[in-house]
Structures are given as C-alpha cells and as structure tokens.
C-alpha cells in the first residue's frame, strides 16, 4: 500500500480520517504485544480468511517474507514498532500480493 492507500485504508476500514503511521500499526498489532509477528501479517493480508483457504504455502511465504524483507531490519523475523515507523518516515509503502480480502473481509489494498 502507497501511503494515500493506508490513507483510504484508514478511512475506509477503520472510519479514521487521516493516516497515522502509529495508530495504524496498533490497529493491526492483534494482540497488541508491540510487534507484527508472522501470524499477524499474514491475518493482515487476508491469509486467514476463508477465501484464502487454499492459498499455497509458497504464496503465504511470499507475503510473509515480502513483508519481512521490507521492514524486519534486525532480523528476529517480526515487524517492531521503531521498524515500521523507518519503513513510513523512509517512504516505504506495503505491497499488494493480490490475496483479496484482507482481515476486515473487503480489499486490503485500495
């Protein structure tokens, strides 16, 4: 997602209006223990919707380590907070892997 799409996606799916680089990371901190871990990003992008049942694991890899290899600069294998915020302030934006529905059941990428 380019950052006017976490705009929209904020907008659309959360109902905030204006993109904030930390409230939108603890929106999809599910557990809200200060990190995307693997099972997060993947719920994130939809890979635990029933649409995606049968989604290979080499695609679920790809969307897990594509997320990974854009933000997990220490290597631990998950998203830290101070990570996502570089990644923003850098101008990184989150791909679309083109795996539909996301974790609110609608597009997760506008």
Same mark, same amino acid.
């Given at each position: 997602?380019?950052?006017?799409?976490?705009?929209?996606?904020?907008? *659309?799916?959360?109902?905030?209006?204006?993109?904030?680089? !930390?409230? %939108? %990371?603890?929106?999809?901190? %599910? *557990?809200?223990?200060? $990190? +995307?871990?693997?099972?997060?990003?993947?719920?994130?992008?939809?890979?635990?919707?029933?649409?995606?049942?049968?989604?290979?694991?080499?695609?679920?890899?790809? $969307?897990?380590?594509?997320?990974?290899?854009?933000?997990?600069?220490?290597?631990?294998?998950? $998203?830290?907070?101070?990570? +996502?915020?570089? %990644?923003?302030?850098?101008?990184?934006?989150?791909?679309?892997? !083109?795996? !539909?529905? !996301?974790?609110?059941?609608?597009?997760? $990428?506008?």
């Amino acid at each position: 997602m380019r950052s006017w799409q976490l705009a929209n996606h904020s907008i *659309d799916e959360h109902h905030i209006g204006n993109f904030d680089a !930390g409230a %939108f %990371f603890a929106l999809h901190d %599910f *557990d809200n223990n200060g $990190v +995307w871990d693997g099972g997060e990003i993947q719920k994130f992008y939809g890979l635990a919707d029933v649409s995606n049942k049968d989604l290979p694991k080499s695609k679920r890899d790809e $969307v897990l380590n594509g997320v990974l290899n854009l933000m997990d600069t220490n290597g631990n294998g998950e $998203v830290e907070r101070d990570e +996502w915020f570089e %990644f923003i302030k850098g101008g990184g934006s989150l791909p679309d892997f !083109g795996t !539909g529905p !996301g974790h609110h059941g609608s597009f997760e $990428v506008c």
